[in-house]
T-cell receptor, first 115, second 112 residues
Framework: SAVISQKPSRDICQRGTSLTIQCQVD?????MFWYRQQPGQSLTLIAT?????????ESGFVIDKFPISRPNLTFSTLTVSNMSPEDSSIYLC????????????FGEGSRLTVL | KQEVTQIPAALSVPEGENLVLNCSFT??????LQWFRQDPGKGLTSLLL?????REQTSGRLNASLDKSSGRSTLYIAASQPGDSATYLC???????????FGAGTTVTVRA
């Protein structure tokens, strides 16, 4: 299984600011995803982070709000832009793919509170 | 669009009792089914992965079954312990993809 490190683990931010979350994996992975878990809710996929190209966003999520970078096969960032209290959530990085028989692994998450 | 439902939403049992958690999904064209555990405010820990061609998977006290044709999976946890208290999530990706659709989870409390 992959070891996934996310930073920051938690943060408290002011409305209107932006925060970048980092995801570092201890091995090269094909697939990398970003999920959001709003308070009391289950997980929702934000986007697939594609190495060397633009991320693929799910319905309801846009690049201007959630820009994603993936410069190589072990690292990705998710930025939450122009934050509002509705963005208060746990953001999770997930990796996996065919090399793991389709099993996905998750980081510890980044808990974001927007005041 | 895949819909994943988990019943019950919450469960409280005395220590030592066996746990039965249910997961149903609407589209049987799945790649696999994965069960996760989530502790409060934490990330997800993968418990079991069942490939679409498999009927069940076991790991220690955990056993998960899959009936793809009826769109159901069941997670059994034998001889529950207080340390099993957590939220359990099931998730399925569509065939030939890895994007997971999650259920809302079952929150388990095991009383000492």
């Amino acid at each position: 299984s992959a070891v996934i490190s996310q930073k920051p683990s938690r943060d408290i931010c002011q409305r209107g600011t932006s925060l970048t979350i980092q995801c570092q994996v201890d091995s090269q992975v094909t697939m990398m995803f970003w999920y959001r878990q709003q308070p009391g809710q289950s997980l929702t996929l934000i986007a697939t982070a594609n190495q060397g190209s633009e991320a693929t966003y799910e319905s309801g999520f846009v690049i201007d709000k959630f820009p994603i970078s993936r410069p190589n096969l072990t690292f990705s960032t998710l930025t939450v832009s122009n934050m509002s209290p509705e963005d208060s959530s746990i953001y999770l990085c997930s990796v996996g793919g065919a090399a793991n028989a389709g099993e996905l692994f998750f980081g510890e998450g980044s808990r974001l509170t927007v005041l | 669009k895949q819909e994943v439902t988990q019943i019950p939403a919450a469960l409280s049992v005395p220590e030592g009792e066996n746990l039965v958690l249910n997961c149903s999904f609407t589209d049987s064209a799945i790649y696999n089914l994965q069960w996760f555990r989530q502790d409060p405010g934490k990330g997800l820990t993968s418990l079991l992965l069942i490939q679409s061609s498999q009927r069940e998977q076991t790991s220690g006290r955990l056993n998960a079954s899959l009936d793809k044709s009826s769109g159901r999976s069941t997670l059994y946890i034998a001889a529950s312990q207080p340390g099993d208290s957590a939220t359990y999530l099931c998730a399925v990706p569509p065939f030939n993809d890895y994007k997971l659709s999650f259920g809302a989870g079952t929150t388990v409390t095991v009383r000492a």
